[in-house]
């Protein structure tokens, strides 16, 4: 079994930025991509970005590109959602997620954390 837990969720203004942390522990040598996926209310889980677990391959959503840098540290196991000029669209329960690929595809992923909350006021 794999364990992830997510921090770095918050309250923040439009343009501001916050940084998600997701720890992995247990069984880590069966994931090889992590992902951050995002969902409101009454919507579909919604894909973000995912990394390789050699971080050498990273896949973005059309509507963070460019604002949004995935990006991980294996000697603390740890995956990191960098989102910067945030905008009250991106507001959600963000889920970090583990499993074999970099994909978009939600089901795809085995492994997912409780979520952490990020508001972004107006």
């Known amino acids: 079994q794999v364990q992830l837990v997510e921090s770095g969720g918050g309250l923040v203004q439009t343009g501001g930025s916050l940084r998600l942390s997701c720890a992995a522990s247990?069984?880590?040598?069966?994931?090889?991509?992590m992902g951050w996926f995002r969902q409101t209310p009454g919507k579909e889980r919604e894909f973000v970005a995912a990394?390789?677990?050699?971080?050498?391959?990273?896949l973005y959503a059309d509507s963070v590109k460019g604002r949004f840098t995935i990006s991980n540290d294996n000697a603390k196991n740890t995956v990191y959602l960098q989102m910067n000029s945030l905008k009250p669209e991106d507001t959600a329960v963000y889920y970090c997620?583990?499993?074999?690929?970099?994909?978009?595809?939600?089901?795809?992923?085995?492994?997912w954390g409780q979520g952490t909350q990020v508001t972004v006021s107006s």
């Open positions: 990394i390789s677990w050699n971080g050498a391959m990273t």
């Open positions: 997620a583990g499993g074999k690929h970099v994909v978009d595809t939600s089901t795809l992923y085995d492994y």
């Open positions: 247990g069984r880590t040598y069966s994931m090889y991509a």
